[in-house]
T-cell receptor, first 110, second 117 residues
Framework: GQSLEQPSEVTAVEGAIVQINCTYQTSGFYGLSWYQQHDGGAPTFLSYNGLDGLEETGRFSSFLSRSDSYGYLLLQELQMKDSASYFCAVRDRRDDKIIFGKGTRLHILP | GAVVSQHPSWVICKSGTSVKIECRSLDFQATTMFWYRQFPKQSLMLMATSNEGSKATYEQGVEKDKFLINHASLTLSTLTVTSAHPEDSSFYIC?????????????FGPGTRLTVL
């Protein structure tokens, strides 16, 4: 089966940098994704890592190490609007399902 | 970009009634759609994979007779919660991906908040 571990909550200060880690266990790995979800809203896609290394999209970057079954999401120049829950997700190559981690709630202090 | 809609956005019903939720891909065809359930402050739990023209694949622990899924066309999947009970109250979200996308990107509908009295 699949499982993902990420911290339940992280707190950071506006303007700072925060890293949200994710470790995964899956039998047919096919990429690690990150999604953002504001309260009451639907998840929105942030980034994807299919290969090892860093992917950068504006203030957000995501990293993957397949040998360590580990990835992280890096958020820079934090803004209050970044307060949300962040989910890592893996896609199982065998059945194409995408399984989500339990989510990390990011609190940003002014 | 790809847009997925859901209807209704919220529904309140009496215990014992059935509720149908529609999920539509508006500007692309989706051979596969996914249905998730989310309780407050919790993660998205995959309920089932909806395949156009065939039976849905349900996750372990999800009652297929209670949560009926029909994927009648390449742009529409429906989830019917039959004989709803208060414990079925939750946020139901569907998603779809564009077949050629290799980056796992799922496009989510806005969700349907179900409250069963």
């Amino acid at each position: 089966g699949q499982s993902l571990e990420q911290p339940s909550e992280v707190t950071a200060v506006e303007g700072a940098i925060v890293q949200i880690n994710c470790t995964y266990q899956t039998s047919g790995f096919y990429g690690l994704s990150w999604y953002q979800q504001h309260d009451g809203g639907a998840p929105t896609f942030l980034s994807y890592n299919g290969l090892d290394g860093l992917e950068e999209t504006g203030r957000f970057s995501s990293f993957l190490s397949r040998s360590d079954s580990y990835g992280y999401l890096l958020l820079q120049e934090l803004q209050m609007k970044d307060s949300a829950s962040y989910f890592c997700a893996v896609r199982d190559r065998r059945d194409d399902k995408i399984i989500f981690g339990k989510g990390t709630r990011l609190h940003i202090l002014p | 970009g790809a847009v997925v809609s859901q209807h209704p956005s919220w529904v309140i019903c009496k215990s014992g009634t059935s509720v149908k939720i529609e999920c539509r891909s508006l500007d692309f065809q989706a051979t596969t759609m996914f249905w998730y359930r989310q309780f407050p402050k919790q993660s998205l739990m995959l309920m089932a994979t909806s395949n156009e023209g065939s039976k849905a694949t349900y996750e372990q622990g999800v009652e297929k007779d209670k949560f009926l899924i029909n994927h009648a066309s390449l742009t529409l999947s429906t989830l019917t919660v039959t004989s709803a009970h208060p414990e079925d109250s939750s946020f139901y979200i569907c998603s779809a991906s564009i077949g050629s996308a290799r980056n796992n990107e799922q496009f989510f509908g806005p969700g349907t908040r179900l409250t069963v009295l």
